[in-house]
């Protein structure tokens, strides 16, 4: 799972060859993403908010937001 969020976001942000070829499609300049990698980004924030939600929650003692944030992060990791 790291490799693929990694390549997802490293396509997504870093400049050069790699960052130009994705910005071409047949001979039309515009975006050029999978669903797949679109999907990709996506999960990988969404774990990141959750990740920075926990902490400051739990930081300020709000625990039981902290338990509810967790329990939605779960359901969300279900589907």
Request: aromatic content about 8%.
């Amino acid at each position: 799972m790291f490799d693929r969020a990694r390549n997802a976001l490293h396509s997504c942000t870093h400049a050069g060859i790699s960052q130009l070829g994705r910005r071409y499609d047949d001979h039309n300049l515009r975006p050029s993403y999978t669903d797949e990698e679109i999907i990709e980004v996506i999960r990988v924030c969404t774990s990141a908010v959750w990740m920075v939600t926990n902490l400051v929650t739990r930081h300020l003692g709000w625990n039981e937001e902290a338990t509810k944030a967790g329990e939605l992060f779960d359901e969300w990791g279900k589907h």
